[in-house]
């Protein structure tokens, strides 16, 4: 098995929202790329990010089209 991928990242500020922005080679050596579904789990000192399960793309896939049809009310309401 391949040595994993480590890096370091920075927490930035992303709205009202905090983001941290992976490397392609990060995301390539995870096997996903821009865009895919991820479940994020928190426990104490961890956040673990990985691909989400069936259930999971399929709750973002409505959420997208429901942000595509709704985005200019989503944002008012978010004012």
């Known amino acids: 098995m391949d040595d994993p991928l480590a890096t370091t990242a920075r927490l930035s500020r992303q709205g009202n929202s905090t983001g941290v ?3 392609k080679e990060g995301l390539d050596a995870a096997g996903l790329a821009r865009g895919a579904a991820v479940r994020v789990e928190a426990t104490p000192g961890r956040i673990t990010i990985a691909p989400a399960d069936g259930t999971d793309a399929e709750a973002m896939a409505l ?3 429901s942000l595509h049809r709704y985005g200019r ?5 978010a004012r």
């Open 21 to 23: 922005t992976l490397s």
């Open 63 to 65: 959420f997208d089209a």
């Open 73 to 77: 009310a989503y944002a008012i309401l």
